[in-house]
């Protein structure tokens, strides 16, 4: 089973309020990512844990935190959202190894701020 | 930095045209290179990959050429049916960690 599941799949959040979103995989991947994906433009990387090792993109360090409690499970965390922030995020997860490189996506939360 | 580009947003197409969507890379070193495809309603999901050992990637009748002269990985297929209608995304992995540097996309739609 290669599936990565998201919950929500659709998230309306006030500006101001905190927002909190969860990632499964069940493919015992060492590695998973969060990616926010806005209209027209790439997907862009926010974030991803190695094991329990988490590194953020410089850019985004300060508008996103994360837990990965156990080997499944990933969350993404905003505090406080603002308007910027509506958009699509897609996490994945894959294993590092040699030759493994491939990332599998779940189907995405999309995020709506008003 | 290392980025992807494709200038294509969007490509319309009818069925069993052939299809060609560029893509260009900007690294430093040789990276392993990607096509994604996303479905309406799904992730995005391993459409094939090229390694600087094999060059040349097909799978479901796309295929797609790493030419390191160009920087480029085109995607290609001969004859396009409208079940290939979705983005594709190149994208090439760099770090360790398989971290992903995506291009912007190009959406196609195949008309009947």
């Known amino acids: 089973d290669t599936t990565v599941k998201q919950n929500p799949r659709y998230k309306l959040a006030r500006v101001g309020k905190p927002v909190n979103l969860i990632c499964s995989q069940t493919m015992n991947h060492d590695t998973m990512y969060w990616y926010q994906k806005k209209p027209n433009q790439a997907p862009k990387l926010l974030l991803f844990?190695?094991?329990?090792?988490?590194?953020r993109e410089a850019d985004t360090f300060e508008k996103f935190q994360s837990s990965r409690p156990n080997n499944s499970f990933c969350s993404l965390y905003i505090g406080s959202a603002g308007l910027e922030y509506s958009a699509m995020y897609l996490c994945?997860?894959?294993?590092?190894?040699?030759?493994?490189?491939?990332?599998?996506f779940g189907p995405g939360t999309r995020l709506l701020v008003l | 930095g290392d980025s992807v580009t494709q200038k294509q947003g969007q490509v319309t197409l009818s069925e069993d045209d052939f299809l060609f969507i560029n893509c260009t890379y900007s690294t430093t070193t040789y990276p392993t290179l990607f096509w994604y495809v996303q479905y309406p309603g799904q992730g995005p999901q391993l459409l094939l990959k090229v390694t600087t050992a094999n060059n040349k990637g097909i799978s479901r009748g796309f295929e797609a050429t790493y030419d390191k002269g160009t920087t480029s990985f085109h995607l290609q297929k001969a004859s396009v049916q409208e079940s290939d209608s979705a983005v594709y995304f190149c994208?090439?992995?760099?770090?360790?960690?398989?971290?992903?540097?995506f291009g912007s996309g190009t959406k196609l739609t195949v008309e009947p």
């Open positions: 994945a997860s894959s294993a590092t190894g040699f030759n493994q490189d491939t990332q599998y």
């Open positions: 994208a090439l992995v760099m770090s360790n960690y398989n971290v992903l540097y």
């Open positions: 844990y190695y094991d329990k090792i988490l590194n």
